[in-house]
């Protein structure tokens, strides 16, 4: 059943980035993100991705390198986390409202 989806056979006898694999078959008008404030479509979405991908590697994370997000939840937290994933990096997710209110050393 599977070997019939679109999505499935692009991975099919290669290996294929997630984020690649996630976007595979959008559209890019279609809704993609709801924030609290704002929608997002796939087209943004992606646009945002392609920025993070950009400015991290500007800066020298390669395939495998760990990068720490601290954002509350948003667009960009979801760009910065797929951002970081096209490029084989290692995304680390920290929760600020948890942190914040966190009382250290208790």
């Known amino acids: 059943r599977l070997r019939n989806d679109p999505c499935f056979r692009i991975a099919e006898g290669r290996t294929v980035n997630l984020v690649d694999f996630l976007f595979a078959n959008t559209h890019p008008e279609r809704l993609a993100l709801i924030t609290e404030t704002e929608e997002h479509t796939y087209g943004e979405l992606?646009?945002?991705?392609?920025?993070?991908?950009?400015?991290?590697?500007?800066?020298?994370?390669?395939?495998?390198?760990?990068?720490?997000?601290?954002?509350?939840?948003?667009?960009?937290?979801?760009?910065?986390?797929?951002?970081?994933?096209?490029?084989?990096?290692?995304?680390?997710?920290?929760?600020?409202?948890?942190a914040r209110n966190r009382k250290w050393g208790a």
Do not use: K, M
């Not at 945002?48 to 800066?59: D, F, K």
């Not at 997000?69 to 948003?74: F, Q």
């Not at 994933?85 to 600020?96: H, M, N, Q, R, S």
């Open 46 to 98: 992606r646009a945002h991705v392609g920025g993070v991908a950009r400015a991290l590697r500007e800066r020298g994370v390669t395939r495998g390198d760990r990068v720490g997000i601290l954002a509350d939840n948003s667009l960009f937290w979801v760009a910065s986390y797929l951002g970081t994933l096209a490029l084989g990096a290692v995304a680390a997710p920290f929760a600020p409202r948890r």
